[in-house]
């Protein structure tokens, strides 16, 4: 039973929560050109674990670097076993009502363009149209050497026709489509090559310590410099590719909003903040704009 103190501080908070999304309802109501930068928070309700706590700080070990990748063997047969398993529940997610609400929005007109640190496609499969990933998607592969490309269930197929028999011990879901494994299972791993000219293939994703491809960067650029209210859905903004567009916006004296659990890097930017779970938050936006 709570004591009569935390009761009232629940009751508190629950109110400046209420107050936080009616400041942001109005925003969107009266924006004319209104861009979401989404992150991990927008898919955790479909099962895809985030990296990051409520102070903004890692859960867990820090994913594979770029330069890793691509210099080691070792790695690169780790990162894709560990894919191997972790692809099954990407492929399986459902959009949630994060992804839902958002795809509403654009139906009404109340969002122009959405930006996606994520790379599980949930946002074009909820409905959203006008998607940049800024960071790539899981399903597709690449080639590093001759550039081509196939699709990633493609790509599973033939990781299995290469690994007939393989089981790993022990298996534990990570965030973007990554497995904990133990290592033993990921030295048994074996990595096909391309088909084409047997060179390394890398999923179409942005790894760590990897540029964001220039096309890219410049897309989303010219969204949120149109854009007079940028909203941030589950994104602490720890990452500068994604924390750069909430900076240069409000440098723009465009109002930034968040929806977010938990700290975020553009705090000190923000012209309203509701800490509530993405998909609760941007339902109850969505009804309200709809009443």
């Given at each position: 039973?709570?004591?009569?103190?935390?009761?009232?501080?629940?009751?508190?908070?629950?109110a400046r929560q209420?107050?936080?999304?009616?400041?942001?309802a109005?925003?969107?109501?009266?924006?004319?050109?209104?861009?979401?930068?989404?992150?991990?928070?927008?898919s955790t309700?479909s099962g895809?674990?985030?990296y990051?706590?409520?102070?903004?700080?890692?859960?867990r070990?820090?994913?594979?670097q770029?330069?890793?990748?691509?210099r080691?063997?070792a790695?690169?047969?780790?990162?894709?076993?560990?894919?191997?398993?972790g692809?099954?529940?990407?492929?399986s997610a459902?959009?949630?009502?994060?992804h839902?609400?958002?795809?509403?929005l654009?139906?009404?007109?109340k969002i122009?363009?959405?930006?996606?640190?994520?790379?599980?496609?949930?946002h074009?499969?909820?409905?959203?149209?006008?998607?940049?990933?800024?960071?790539?998607r899981?399903?597709?592969?690449?080639?590093?050497?001759?550039g081509?490309?196939?699709?990633?269930?493609?790509f599973?197929n033939?990781?299995?026709?290469?690994?007939?028999?393989?089981?790993?011990?022990?298996?534990?879901?990570?965030?973007?489509?990554?497995?904990?494994?133990?290592?033993?299972?990921?030295?048994?791993?074996?990595?096909?090559?391309?088909?084409?000219?047997?060179?390394m293939?890398?999923?179409?994703?942005?790894?760590?310590?990897e540029?964001?491809?220039?096309e890219?960067?410049e897309?989303?650029?010219?969204?949120?410099?149109?854009?007079d209210?940028?909203?941030?859905?589950?994104?602490?903004?720890?990452?500068?590719?994604?924390?750069?567009?909430?900076?240069?916006?409000?440098?723009r004296?465009v109002p930034?909003?968040?929806?977010?659990?938990?700290r975020?890097?553009?705090?000190?930017?923000?012209?309203?903040?509701?800490e509530?779970?993405c998909?609760?938050?941007?339902?109850?936006l969505?009804l309200?704009?709809?009443?």
């Amino acid at each position: 039973m709570q004591s009569p103190d935390q009761t009232t501080a629940d009751t508190d908070e629950t109110a400046r929560q209420d107050g936080a999304l009616a400041r942001l309802a109005r925003l969107l109501a009266d924006s004319d050109r209104t861009v979401v930068l989404s992150g991990a928070g927008c898919s955790t309700a479909s099962g895809i674990p985030d990296y990051r706590d409520s102070a903004g700080q890692w859960k867990r070990p820090q994913p594979v670097q770029y330069q890793d990748f691509v210099r080691d063997p070792a790695t690169r047969q780790r990162y894709w076993a560990r894919s191997f398993v972790g692809w099954e529940r990407i492929r399986s997610a459902a959009p949630n009502r994060a992804h839902e609400a958002l795809a509403a929005l654009e139906a009404r007109g109340k969002i122009a363009h959405l930006v996606t640190q994520n790379v599980d496609g949930l946002h074009q499969r909820a409905g959203s149209r006008q998607v940049t990933d800024l960071h790539g998607r899981l399903d597709n592969v690449d080639c590093l050497e001759c550039g081509a490309s196939c699709d990633r269930t493609m790509f599973q197929n033939r990781l299995r026709a290469e690994n007939p028999g393989w089981r790993p011990k022990a298996a534990a879901p990570a965030p973007d489509g990554d497995a904990d494994l133990d290592p033993e299972s990921c030295a048994a791993f074996n990595v096909p090559t391309c088909d084409k000219c047997s060179g390394m293939v890398k999923p179409s994703v942005v790894f760590f310590g990897e540029s964001v491809p220039r096309e890219r960067v410049e897309r989303a650029w010219a969204e949120v410099n149109q854009a007079d209210l940028l909203l941030v859905a589950g994104s602490s903004l720890m990452v500068f590719s994604g924390f750069r567009f909430a900076r240069g916006a409000a440098q723009r004296g465009v109002p930034v909003a968040a929806i977010n659990l938990g700290r975020t890097r553009a705090d000190d930017m923000l012209t309203v903040k509701v800490e509530a779970d993405c998909g609760l938050a941007l339902d109850r936006l969505r009804l309200r704009l709809d009443a």
